[in-house]
């Protein structure tokens, strides 16, 4: 009914920021409970204290409060209460009763949204199904939703004050932020309407077998060359040219030089992979003697001013360096529902999952959403080639920070790194989001990660710069390096389908190799192919299948809708 009911403090950079607990007591009863909870800021919001409750009624109603002051003055684009909608909700009839009074009839979008579809609420009726019904009363504020699946979260999200109105604010002393968010049940869940129970065991079914059945190709594979001035290793040329990449991206910025291409062309040419070269305000004229390069085989224009693509300046670049130019976004899927660029036969955007929170949690499950923005690019642009670039598991950059010099990362690492990259975690997350862009059929490429350090595949030699706070080994392949060896030995997936998405969740692979991934902090058990196997807490198990013939070919290409 509900995926989550949190507290938000964003900045003027529209970075969350998180919370200190310092006190949480819990009250438990046979049919109620409480929590009361006295949490306080962090960074500009240090001295901002709010008070939480959270009751839970026998009638199966829940009411959830916060109240907070702060102390000295600062800055917040939005501090209170937000609620997510499951995507499951998708197509689902909402009623909304808004702040005048008045009622409308609506329902949560099945395609992406590029606008809130939910404004000026009071309340939101969501229709389960009939004879079951959920309610969210929201006061203390003017609530409004957006469809957060357009930066990768598997949510609709209802947030308090407007987008319209003017950001950011000043929360003053003295001023008292108070809010409630109230969920109530109209309806009797009936023995048929009972959720599923959580089996010791999730089934993984695979839909296509060794005489032919449900497959698809797999998109091309490719990485991002280190952008620091890292020279690849010959140890680390011989473990990437053993991934077959089909192509490496690299990224020239106005400062660049022709020989900083020569640099990285003569890196790719060691792996054996051919360059896509993403030019970030870099001047094209530059490069007219890389026209003919075979080795380039497609240019990205990206305007570091503009949230898109102009079409204008894909023909510039095209008269200086040939046809196979292309353009889109450098940021994420929302921009292109958004401007929707014309022009460009090559159309591309960058995803990762913690746009909005990186709680491990939150990060598992929005691997899912990644099927759904396929799809709905590859509506938006059904004849073009359709490439995400890059995947990351962090934010490379903030594309919304007004003040960068005081958007400061909330970890002892930089903003750009997530101490997960070198851990299970990030193998685990990547097979869900391959399996959730291989499956929809609707992507013809991508580019995941870097070679090496921080952000890549493999340690370099000289370790982590931060051991204490991203705990690798000196050259060691981290376990995301195996998924991509993996993907080495396919052409393809077969789609599979979890009892219990939310627990295991599988990518299937042409080669015979079935990658089962646990999205939660406890073992689990899954049973595939009659084979029953333990999936370590946010970790992978491979499993083989039985008389698979490895030679077979992907038969079909064609993107599947949604449900």
């Not at 909870?37 to 839970?56: K, N, P, Y």
């Not at 129970?197 to 497959?215: K, P, T, Y």
Request: with cysteine; glycine share 8%.
């Amino acid at each position: 009914m509900i995926r989550r009911i949190y507290v938000v403090f964003q900045d003027r950079n529209w970075t969350a920021r998180p919370w200190v607990i310092e006190e949480e007591v819990v009250q438990e009863h046979n049919d109620s409970f409480t929590v009361s909870v006295l949490a306080r800021g962090t960074f500009d919001a240090r001295d901002f204290t709010w008070h939480g409750s959270i009751h839970g009624y026998p009638d199966g109603r829940v009411d959830v409060r916060v109240r907070g002051a702060t102390a000295s003055e600062f800055w917040r684009n939005r501090l209170g209460l937000c609620i997510l909608h499951p995507p499951q909700a998708s197509g689902d009839v909402a009623i909304v009763e808004h702040v005048d009074g008045s009622i409308e009839e609506s329902a949560f979008p099945v395609t992406i949204s590029p606008a809130q579809p939910f404004t000026q609420m009071r309340a939101l009726t969501h229709q389960l199904h009939p004879g079951l019904r959920s309610r969210i009363r929201m006061q203390g504020e003017t609530f409004e939703s957006e469809d957060h699946r357009n930066w990768g979260d598997a949510s609709f999200k209802h947030y308090c004050t407007p987008i319209r109105l003017p950001f950011p604010v000043q929360v003053q002393v003295g001023q008292t932020i108070e809010q409630s968010v109230t969920l109530t049940i109209d309806g009797d869940l009936t023995a048929s309407d009972d959720p599923v129970h959580e089996q010791d065991e999730v089934l993984i079914s695979i839909h296509g077998d060794d005489v032919g059945g449900e497959r698809v190709a797999l998109p091309e594979i490719g990485i991002q060359l280190d952008g620091d001035g890292h020279r690849l290793t010959t140890r680390e040329q011989d473990l990437l040219r053993a991934l077959r990449l089909t192509h490496v991206r690299v990224d020239l910025g106005p400062q660049d030089t022709p020989d900083v291409l020569r640099a990285y062309l003569q890196q790719a040419d060691a792996i054996g992979a051919p360059v896509v070269v993403a030019l970030n305000g870099a001047d094209s004229d530059a490069f007219a003697d890389f026209r003919h390069d075979s080795r380039i085989r497609h240019w990205l224009v990206f305007d570091p001013t503009s949230k898109v693509t102009d079409p204008a300046a894909v023909d510039r670049v095209a008269k200086a360096l040939g046809p196979q130019v292309g353009g889109g976004t450098n940021l994420y899927f929302t921009e292109l529902n958004r401007g929707r660029p014309t022009g460009p036969h090559i159309i591309t955007f960058s995803v990762n999952p913690q746009v909005h929170a990186c709680d491990d949690q939150s990060v598992m499950q929005n691997a899912a959403t990644l099927g759904t923005i396929a799809r709905n690019a590859r509506n938006l642009y059904p004849d073009a080639w359709l490439e995400i670039s890059p995947i990351t598991l962090r934010p490379r950059f903030n594309p919304n920070a007004t003040a960068p010099e005081l958007d400061h990362s909330n970890t002892n690492l930089p903003a750009f790194v997530d101490a997960r990259q070198c851990q299970p975690f990030a193998a685990t997350w990547t097979v869900l989001a391959l399996k959730a862009v291989a499956e929809s059929g609707c992507i013809d490429a991508v580019t995941a990660y870097r070679a090496t350090g921080w952000e890549g595949l493999i340690e370099r030699g000289e370790g982590s710069p931060q051991p204490a706070d991203f705990p690798s080994l000196p050259g060691e392949p981290f376990e995301v390096y195996g998924v991509f060896r993996d993907l080495a030995e396919a052409h393809g997936v077969y789609r599979c389908v979890s009892s219990n998405p939310d627990r295991i969740d599988a990518l299937a692979l042409d080669s015979g190799l079935v990658l089962v991934a646990n999205l939660t902090a406890e073992p689990a058990w899954a049973l595939v192919e009659g084979r029953r196997v333990q999936v370590p807490p946010h970790g992978l198990v491979r499993v083989q299948r039985a008389h698979h013939d490895v030679d077979n070919r992907p038969s079909t290409t064609d993107c599947e809708p949604d449900p």
